[in-house]
C-alpha cells in the first residue's frame, strides 16, 4: 500500500538557518504530494502540494519539488524564523483500492531558536 | 465559514464503555475523513465519507469502530467497549472532493481511556 517516509525529528535549528526536511514516499500510480503544518495548540494545516513530476509547491518560503525519478518530496525554506517551530507532515493521496485516501508520513518537528 | 468543529475537545472514560464524537465540517464540502493520531505518529486513516455514503471503511481498526454520515452534512464516529489502546486523538478532515483535494482539518477530539 501507500507510505511516506519522514526524517526523525526533532530539527532544532537557529534563525536564519537553511532547512531541509526529507520526505520519501511508496504509490502507485502517479500521487499527488502535500505537506502539511501543523503549529502548536493548532490543527493541521496545507502549507503546500505537487500533482505532478517536477512540479514545484511554495508557499510563506518553503518549497519542495515532486521528484519522481527519486520518489521524494523534501521541504526546504532558505531562511527559517522562530515562528516556523512546529510539526511538518509530509502527505499523499494515491489509489488505493479504488478510493483516493490520503496518507500521512509521521512528522517531523521543527524547533527554531533565536 | 467557522472551519471544521469537533466536540467534544476531550473526552475522559473508563475502559469498556462507548464513546461517541462529532464532527461538523465545512459546510459545502462533501467529504469527511477520520484520522487516529498518537503521539509522535502522523494521522492514521479510519474511514471516508462521500456525502452520506462511506465509501471506505476497511480501515477501521476493529468492529468496534464505527462512523455514520446520515444526511451528509455532520458526522459521528463511535467506539463501542473502549480499551486503553484506543486512547488518541480523533482527526475530522473536510475537502471539496476534487481530484487533487486539499483537506480541511479540525482540532481533534483527545480520548483518554482509563
Known amino acids: 500500500g501507500d507510505s511516506v517516509t519522514q526524517m526523525e525529528g526533532p530539527v532544532t535549528l537557529s534563525e536564519e538557518a537553511f532547512l531541509t526536511i526529507n520526505c520519501t514516499y511508496t504509490?502507485?500510480?502517479?500521487?499527488?504530494l502535500f505537506w502539511y503544518v501543523q503549529y502548536p495548540g493548532e490543527g493541521l494545516q496545507l502549507l503546500l502540494k505537487?500533482?505532478?513530476?517536477?512540479d514545484k509547491g511554495s508557499n510563506k518560503g518553503f518549497e519542495a519539488t515532486y521528484r519522481k525519478e527519486t520518489t521524494s518530496f523534501h521541504l526546504e525554506k532558505g531562511s527559517v524564523q522562530v515562528s516556523d517551530s512546529a510539526v511538518y507532515f509530509c502527505?499523499?493521496?494515491?489509489?488505493?483500492?479504488?478510493?483516493?485516501?490520503?496518507?500521512f508520513g509521521r512528522g517531523t518537528s521543527l524547533i527554531v531558536h533565536p | 465559514d467557522t472551519g471544521v468543529s469537533q466536540n467534544p475537545r476531550h473526552k475522559i472514560t473508563k475502559r469498556g464503555q462507548n464513546v461517541t464524537f462529532r464532527c461538523d465540517p465545512i459546510?459545502?464540502?462533501?467529504?469527511l475523513y477520520w484520522y487516529r493520531q498518537t503521539l509522535g505518529q502522523g494521522p492514521e486513516f479510519l474511514t471516508y465519507?462521500?456525502?452520506?455514503?462511506?465509501?471506505?471503511k476497511s480501515r477501521l481498526l476493529s468492529d468496534r469502530f464505527s462512523a455514520e454520515r446520515p444526511k451528509g452534512s455532520f458526522s459521528t464516529l463511535e467506539i463501542q467497549r473502549t480499551e486503553q489502546g484506543d486512547s488518541a486523538m480523533y482527526l475530522c478532515?473536510?475537502?471539496?472532493?476534487?481530484?487533487?483535494?486539499?483537506?480541511?482539518f479540525g482540532s481533534g477530539t483527545q480520548l483518554s481511556v482509563l
Open positions: 465519507f462521500q456525502n452520506e455514503a462511506q465509501l471506505e
Open positions: 459546510s459545502e464540502h462533501n467529504r
Open positions: 502527505a499523499l493521496r494515491g489509489l488505493s483500492g479504488g478510493s483516493y485516501i490520503p496518507t
Open positions: 505537487a500533482t505532478k513530476a517536477d
Open positions: 478532515a473536510s475537502s471539496e472532493g476534487s481530484l487533487n483535494e486539499k483537506l480541511f
Open positions: 504509490a502507485t500510480g502517479y500521487p499527488s
